[in-house]
C-alpha cells in the first residue's frame, strides 16, 4: 500500500492537503503499548493487518478499511474513495 498506492496522486493529494499521515505497528514483542492502543478500535478481537482508520482529532474512528486478501486488487481510486468518505463524514460532524 505505502508504495503502490500512496503515491497516486489521488491519494496523495488527499493525504498531503487534508490528512495526518500515522502509522502504528503492531506487531512488536518489546513494546506491547502500539497492540494495546489498537485494542481501542478492535475491541480486542481479531483484525486483519493491514487495517487503515481515519480517527478525527478526538480518536473517533469515522472510516476504517480492511483491503482484500489479495491486496494488488485494491485500485487507488478505491483507497481515495475511502479517504473521501472518512473526509465528508468528518466535514458533517458524524
Known amino acids: 500500500m505505502e508504495r503502490d498506492i500512496f503515491p497516486r496522486d489521488q491519494v496523495y493529494n488527499q493525504f498531503k492537503d487534508d490528512f495526518v499521515l500515522v502509522a502504528q505497528y503492531t506487531d512488536s514483542d518489546t513494546d506491547p503499548v502500539p497492540a494495546q492502543n489498537l485494542h481501542k478500535y ?53
Do not use: C, H, M
Open 42 to 94: 478492535t475491541g480486542g478481537g481479531s483484525f486483519a493487518v493491514p487495517l487503515y482508520i481515519v480517527t478525527d482529532s478526538k480518536g473517533r474512528e469515522l472510516a476504517r478499511l480492511v483491503p482484500p486478501t489479495n491486496i494488488s486488487s485494491l485500485s487507488g481510486s478505491d483507497f481515495a474513495s475511502f479517504l473521501q468518505d472518512a473526509k465528508q463524514k468528518y466535514a458533517a460532524g458524524e
